[in-house]
């Protein structure tokens, strides 16, 4: 009887060869080919997909001698980087996982955990077997018409003549990648590098046309905070900031896994180009920064439109402070008129009434023009 906790896969005898990998049993939504050199991509049948169970191109095969695994190793290598390969989209992330966890040696982490953790997606790049490599990563776009970034996320298991991708959202990332891979020019490094270069150089572009979108998403904030109408613009400020947060949290765990494509224990043609990955960084850092600058010049929105709160507020005092003092002097001089006194002056004159009045008149004339003059008016 077999102990479940044991691995998946058990280590073969001295000097027995090493098992031939396999590929996992998926259900793919639609497959290319991707051959060496500049044949570009082709549509390919998903249901002509290798059976469950086949050995993989360029996988070991079962005849190698004990002390050639050096040797065969790097044949592997060259030969996997000269096969065509199979790239087939699943249908949603778990199937991904699902393959992953069919290819893994050992019991390995637990799948789900990799793609996310308290709901927040998750950069990983994890060696699930010896031959295959599971990428995880999260994914940005941005709609104009609510002015929010969303997230989502891709994974990418890669393997001897084989790649399954798929995707979470609307970063539309197999587009991205298909235009990428039919793009004329000297292609460089292995099918399956390509296509991981492809993927990697998709998410990063669409993160830069989220960068491009807030960018104008602040650049009209900015008119808003300046606009006489005196739409109140904290509320959008703070929208803005929060998606900016957003967007580098789905930006930053790219830069911080990715780096794990160049380790020296990955084959080479699973890795990505140093190159690309050395541009891919660059574009990630200028992107931070960019988003950084526009995280400041929001901050300084939102002090420049505390600034004017508090200057129109002092406006506000000033004109009522002044209106205050023109009402109070008719209440003082008909504060005056009214005291009732018997040897008050002008208390009989026939005039005393219009005069009275007139006093006041000319009294809160006069106060007027002297505010007007000063500005509070």
């Avoid at 993160?207 to 808003?224: I, N």
């Avoid at 003082?332 to 009434?353: D, K």
């Amino acid at each position: 009887m077999t102990n479940p906790t044991e691995p998946r896969t058990s280590a073969p005898p001295d000097g027995a060869p090493a098992p031939a990998s396999r590929r996992p049993t998926v259900r793919a939504v639609a497959a290319w080919t991707v051959a060496p050199g500049a044949d570009g991509v082709h549509p390919a049948d998903p249901a002509a997909l290798a059976a469950a169970g086949a050995p993989a191109p360029g996988s070991p095969t079962t005849d190698a001698r004990p002390g050639d695994d050096t040797a065969a190793g790097g044949q592997d290598d060259r030969r996997a980087a000269r096969a065509t390969v199979t790239w087939a989209r699943l249908e949603d992330l778990d199937a991904v996982l699902d393959a992953a966890a069919q290819v893994a040696s050992g019991s390995g982490p637990t799948w789900r955990g990799l793609a996310r953790r308290d709901g927040h997606p998750l950069a990983h790049v994890h060696r699930v077997a010896a031959d295959w490599l599971l990428l995880v990563t999260p994914t940005a776009w941005f709609t104009e018409a609510d002015r929010q970034v969303h997230t989502g996320q891709f994974a990418a298991l890669l393997g001897p003549g084989l790649v399954l991708t798929a995707e979470e959202g609307d970063a539309d990332v197999h587009a991205l990648m298909l235009d990428k891979l039919g793009a004329p020019g000297d292609p460089h490094g292995s099918p399956v590098q390509r296509i991981v270069s492809a993927a990697v150089l998709a998410i990063v572009g669409g993160a830069s046309d989220v960068e491009l979108g807030l960018g104008d998403a602040v650049a009209d904030t900015e008119r808003v905070v300046f606009d006489q109408q005196r739409e109140d613009p904290v509320e959008r400020i703070y929208d803005l900031k929060r998606e900016i947060t957003e967007a580098r949290r789905a930006l930053m765990p790219v830069t911080a896994e990715l780096p794990e494509l160049l380790d020296p224990d990955v084959p080479d043609h699973l890795g990505v180009n140093r190159r690309i990955l050395e541009r891919v960084v660059t574009t990630v850092e200028r992107i931070d920064r960019h988003l950084d600058a526009h995280d400041d010049l929001l901050s300084d929105m939102l002090q420049v439109h505390m600034t004017q709160v508090s200057v129109r507020q002092n406006e506000d005092m000033r004109k009522i402070s002044a209106w205050a003092a023109i009402l109070v002097y008719p209440t003082i001089v008909a504060g005056v008129y009214g005291m009732n006194f018997r040897t008050m002056p002008e208390l009989h004159w026939a005039f005393g009434y219009p005069f009275a009045l007139a006093l006041m008149a000319g009294g809160c004339v006069v106060l007027y023009r002297v505010f007007k003059r000063a500005g509070w008016l």
